[in-house]
């Protein structure tokens, strides 16, 4: 199989003493929408940073398609297009120009150059600013502008660190179609995400990390079979004073009033629904409680937190 | 990348730089010009003329060389100092770090795009210093020579300063303590033959002092030191700024975690 990116034993030790990645392994294949969640100060932006030559590792190794950043770092960066956290372009300059001299910097001619910063700004609605200063754009169009920059090169491999972070729900899903679409044209994505239902939308595979550390690493079925228990909320038609005895289901009524049952795996929606026909309760309205991969991450990270502290204790 | 893409890139960070000191001019190109002909008005024709000749030629004549060099080297050096660090400030240097432009063709880029700048203000203030005296050059090669020279090596004077500094403070202290004094003093207004022996022993190892003679021994052929020395002198600094500003580049000092 060709990996997009090989890591191995990368290692992150700062000035001050903090160890922000404590030898991670990760394969992303060619081809995948791959998500790297976790809390903030994980390690996510620390291993992506390093991967793009924005951090100095401290050890391990890296491989982009093959290409180790030690040895052939300029091949590497040739395939791939980086979208940071934060913006990170010249405020004073034209949309235009900031794209076309990234393609510049890539060793692409101005004039072919000129033509791909056109097809990404019409593909992302940013031509008609196109001679716009940065700085007088939206926060949805700058985030824009820095995928058009990144993919001006055509790069074969796309890191998106929380490229949809303050972009409003509209412009969310119009940029996960966009990235569905390169993804399926060939182009590797690898994102971070504090939106988890966007790394459940896109994503095929998912690595969790956690204190500098990968806690899982799998494909986003095998993590969602994982879920033995989903909570739903139900409104119902008239209000309830109490939680109803359902057989089997243990449920509750919340803050708002409405009805929460939790299904466990296998239990099927068909029995609920039974059981509250013989109650005679009348359903109006539906909906998860949260989504599937948001309780697992959570819950994921609560456990590896609490062997971490047990871990300390037992040490002490 | 092969040897185009170089040139391309190279190319990139260039025009880059011109254009933006180009399109913020006010700041940029008229102030030297106005600063220096004030100069030439006040130093070289009111208070001038009452000074007389100085190494063989009238006081004005005297000091065209040192203020034109006054002027590429403190555009070259602001150039690259302000513009490097203003991208540190916004972080617009990762466009650089993330791509494959080898740290070489960055540096050579910006000392380019600083010696654009110290160039066009040097040419500026000659066509201003031509309303006020001749100028006969005597030796045009060394003017040429010295002029690119020290305009690139303020340029990685300035580079490096932005490497450095991690605030604003920081890209001016250099200038208004060290450049400043070291030009004003490095012989633009006078000849070290002025100077008490200890002065003009001390003024030779101030950098600067070769610089403006070596400019001046091309246009008036005077000079108060050995203008091939001078020459020597700014190549062995280039080198040696060369090789901390590219390790600087390697480690990634300031520029990444």
New interface residues.
């Given amino acids: 199989m060709t990996y997009a990116l090989e890591i191995e034993e990368l290692e992150k030790r700062?000035g001050d003493g903090f160890f922000a990645l404590k030898g991670i392994d990760l394969q992303v294949a060619e081809g995948d929408f791959f998500a790297l969640l976790g809390p903030n100060g994980a390690g996510k932006s620390?291993t992506l940073?390093i991967v793009?030559?924005?951090?100095?590792k401290s050890g391990g190794k890296v491989r982009v398609f093959g290409k180790d950043i030690d040895t052939e770092?300029?091949?590497a960066?040739?395939n791939?297009g980086?979208v940071?956290q934060?913006?990170?372009?010249?405020?004073?300059e034209k949309v235009f120009?900031i794209v076309t001299?990234?393609a510049?910097?890539?060793?692409?001619?101005?004039k072919k150059a000129r033509l791909s910063a056109e097809k990404y700004l019409k593909k992302l609605g940013l031509w008609d600013k196109r001679n716009t200063p940065a700085r007088m754009l939206s926060g949805g169009m700058k985030r824009r502008l820095m995928i058009a920059?990144a993919l001006v090169h055509e790069p074969r491999l796309l890191i998106l660190d929380e490229p949809t972070a303050g972009v409003d729900i509209e412009l969310r899903r119009s940029m996960w179609q966009f990235l569905e679409e390169i993804n399926r044209q060939g182009t590797t994505i690898i994102l971070t995400t504090h939106y988890l239902e966007e790394a459940e939308a896109l994503c095929r595979n998912i690595a969790i990390i956690d204190h500098g550390e990968i806690i899982r690493h799998t494909s986003k079925r095998e993590l969602l079979q994982q879920l033995s228990v989903e909570a739903f909320i139900l409104d119902t038609e008239k209000s309830l004073s109490a939680a109803p005895e359902l057989e089997g289901f243990k449920c509750l009524i919340n803050g708002d009033g409405a009805l929460e049952v939790e299904v466990a795996k296998g239990q099927g929606l068909n029995a609920l629904f039974k059981e509250l026909e013989r109650q005679n309760i009348k359903v109006s309205s539906m909906r998860t409680k949260a989504n599937r991969l948001e309780e697992l991450f959570v819950r994921m990270v609560e456990e590896n937190a609490a062997e971490a502290e047990s871990a300390k204790e037992g040490t002490a | 990348m092969t040897p185009l893409a170089l040139w391309t890139a190279f190319q990139t960070i260039v025009l880059r730089e011109i254009r933006r000191f180009t399109r913020i001019w006010p700041q940029t190109l008229l102030p030297p010009a106005v600063t220096m002909t004030l100069y030439f008005i006040i130093f070289g024709n009111l208070i001038g003329s009452r000074i007389g000749d100085m190494g063989g030629f009238d006081y004005m004549q005297f000091i065209v060389p040192g203020l034109i060099m006054m002027s590429v080297i403190t555009s070259s050096y602001a150039n690259v100092v302000s513009s490097f660090f203003s991208m540190k400030f916004q972080r617009s240097i990762e466009e650089l770090l993330v791509s494959p432009v080898p740290n070489w063709t960055i540096l050579a880029g910006y000392v380019v795009g600083g010696m654009s700048r110290g160039l066009i203000i040097g040419l500026i203030v000659t066509l201003l210093s031509l309303a006020f005296t001749q100028l006969a050059i005597h030796n045009l090669p060394m003017v040429i020579i010295t002029v690119f020279l020290t305009s690139a090596l303020f340029s990685l004077g300035g580079f490096i300063n932005a490497m450095l500094a991690t605030k604003f403070d920081d890209i001016s202290i250099v200038p208004t303590f060290v450049l400043t004094p070291l030009t004003y003093l490095g012989g633009v207004f006078y000849s070290i033959d002025l100077l008490p022996e200890f002065w003009q022993n001390v003024s030779l190892a101030n950098p600067i002092l070769y610089m403006v003679n070596g400019f001046r021994y091309g246009i008036l052929g005077v000079s108060d030191v050995n203008p091939f020395v001078s020459l020597g002198m700014i190549l062995v600094f280039i080198v040696l700024l060369s090789a901390i500003a590219l390790r600087m580049l390697a480690r990634g000092k300031g520029i990444r975690h």
């Fill in positions: 700062y620390t940073g793009s030559s924005l951090v100095n770092l300029s091949d960066k040739l791939l980086v940071p934060e913006f990170n372009f010249n405020q004073f120009d001299t990234q510049g910097y890539y060793g692409i001619p101005l920059r």
